[in-house]
């Protein structure tokens, strides 16, 4: 019998929200010494280096050219653009309202799976969105700066819309496409996109401590490199709702790293606000096990090459 989708896809998803929640600490702790343009672009080419010689040693296929728009649509929207409006919108909204912002990025995926995925959003679904939004509303609050909306916020609005359009051009590709392919074909045009701040990124590694740039060069190894190709495989299986409902994980997960790497304590609004949301991600995936259940054993029953049930399983477990 199969493995549960979610034990299936375990590994690649723990994986995937320590090293995205490790990367918000590093960029806070890099952007003492570069720019956010600066760190976005030397992040995205030490990923760019790494997935080139992984696919180069393991012969990875390249998607296929009629996939081509939609990939290099998604690398842009996931990679350019989102890292650039975060970026700057953090440069001018307190850390509290980005947070908040920031974590809009399941309930965008969720609608637009709905609309362009048919991907279909229950009462439970949407209600335990709701609750991980209103634990990360708690957590900015407890982080400090509160969830006082500026302006510039936009940006962050704009930054978390790009994610979720990255997660759902990247979603049906993954059918039928090499998930390591996809992520790497994405990830090298979004990495061209940030080119033009090439020569402000030569003039100041030099002049960065050697740790700042370390730091960097993890942020692309580890939750660029990694974390994209190990989410993409968790895409593979998954529906990108279900999955994007797991990164509010990644808040609760941030505050502990912060506390570890930069002795940052967290507030007890921010714990509380870390128990909400964990206890929504909970809501949201707890619809499904009965229907996986019962799937995954029709699965082992019958299995008739073209027939309904045979498509059914295939959608639900991969």
């Known amino acids: 019998m199969k493995k549960p989708m979610l034990l299936a896809v375990a590994p690649a998803l723990v994986a995937t929200l320590v090293f995205w929640a490790s990367a918000f600490v590093g960029i806070r702790a890099s952007l003492k010494d570069y720019s956010p343009t600066q760190v976005a672009l030397l992040r995205y080419l030490v990923a760019s280096a790494v997935l080139a010689v992984y696919a180069l040693r393991r012969r990875v296929p390249i998607p296929a050219l009629r996939d081509w728009p939609r990939v290099l649509l998604a690398g842009a929207a996931g990679f350019t653009v989102y890292n650039l409006a975060l970026n700057a919108g953090e440069t001018r909204v307190t850390a509290g309202a980005a947070s908040f912002v920031g974590n809009t990025v399941p309930v965008f995926t969720a609608l637009l799976a709905s609309r362009f995925l048919g991907e279909r959003l229950g009462v439970r679904q949407l209600a335990g969105l709701a609750i991980s939004l209103a634990g990360a509303g708690l957590i900015a609050a407890g982080e400090g700066g509160g969830v006082r909306l500026e302006p510039a916020v936009g940006l962050v609005v704009v930054a978390a819309l790009a994610q979720s359009v990255y997660f759902c051009l990247q979603r049906p590709l993954l059918t039928h496409q090499a ?68 990164l509010y994980v990644v808040p609760v997960l941030t505050i502990l790293i912060g506390w570890l790497w930069l002795r940052e304590a967290p507030s007890l609004l921010s714990l509380a606000g870390g128990g909400v949301a964990l206890a929504g991600v909970v809501v949201v995936n707890a619809q499904r096990r009965r229907t996986e259940t019962k799937d995954l054993t029709d699965c082992s029953t019958e299995m008739r090459p073209g027939s309904r049930l045979a498509r059914t399983c295939s959608d639900s477990g991969g």
Do not use: D, K
């Open 179 to 246: 998930p390591l392919g996809v992520t790497a074909l994405a990830l090298w045009f979004g990495t061209l996109l940030l080119l033009p701040f090439l020569p402000s990124l030569l003039h100041q590694i030099p002049r960065a401590p050697l740790g700042a740039t370390i730091t960097v060069a993890y942020l692309g190894v580890c939750p660029g490199a990694i974390g994209y190709v190990a989410w993409s495989h968790v895409l593979a299986r998954m529906p990108a709702a279900r999955a994007s409902s797991f």
